[in-house]
């Protein structure tokens, strides 16, 4: 399995300009793979993430919580082909003994759920290969539009882009959440970080981020 992360949303140049949000792999050789979101479902989703730019709740009539539903917290999501062919999610949760519980949605759906919820996304190596073909066919634009405009406002909103947007050093951090919450964020939000740090010259962080973005990318490797 490959670990992905959503870099943005965009259209395909095609016609149809159908929306999707488009995946990439974390390790080389960083393939892509677009997620198809159903016409009727677009302005929800659009809404879903302009809530969760914001920081604010996202309301659950407009997203399918997941956790809520199964009582569990999921902890994964991977993106498999059943035999009929089609693409589903398989979300993955740990139950009150440690038991694996996992059930299956509509890909769109638990991509959706994985990216509000700050959760890993996995891939058949299979299944990269045939989208990355999909991805360069349908030319995709506006690829980071929406998507990174959101992860940008958001993490500079965070509690780490706080600290190295007003010069606050590693060591002189006091909320004793925040290397917690550096070892929760997605590998797209480590790069985001990590490029404010340099561009705020803030070295510290961006050596501690850029080890624990290596950290992400050999975990990656070894799935």
Known sequence: ?????????????????????????IAEPHRHMPVFIPRHREATFISAIKWYARNEAVDHDVVDDFAMAVGYRIRSVSIHTERSGALT?????????????????????????????????????????????????????EVSELGLDVQ????????????????????????????????????????ILHKLSIDKEQYEWAKIIWAEQEARIKTSGNE
Request: hydrophobic share 35%; aromatic share 6%; glycine share 6%.
């Open 1 to 25: 399995m490959c670990q992905v992360t959503v870099i943005g949303v965009g259209h395909s140049n095609n016609k149809e300009r159908t929306m999707a949000m488009v995946l990439r792999e």
């Open 89 to 141: 999610a398989q979300m993955m949760a740990l139950g009150e003994m440690g038991e694996r519980v996992t059930f299956t949605v509509t890909m769109h759906q638990g991509v959706l759920h994985a990216y509000l919820r700050n959760l890993p996304i996995y891939i058949e190596e299979d299944v990269l290969n045939t989208a990355e073909k999909q991805v360069k066919y349908k030319g995709y634009d």
């Open 152 to 191: 940008k406002e958001r993490v500079s909103n965070s509690l780490l882009g706080r600290c190295i947007t007003q010069g606050v050093m590693p060591l002189e951090v006091t909320d004793p959440t925040a290397e917690e919450r550096l070892h929760e964020s997605t590998y797209e939000e480590l790069e």
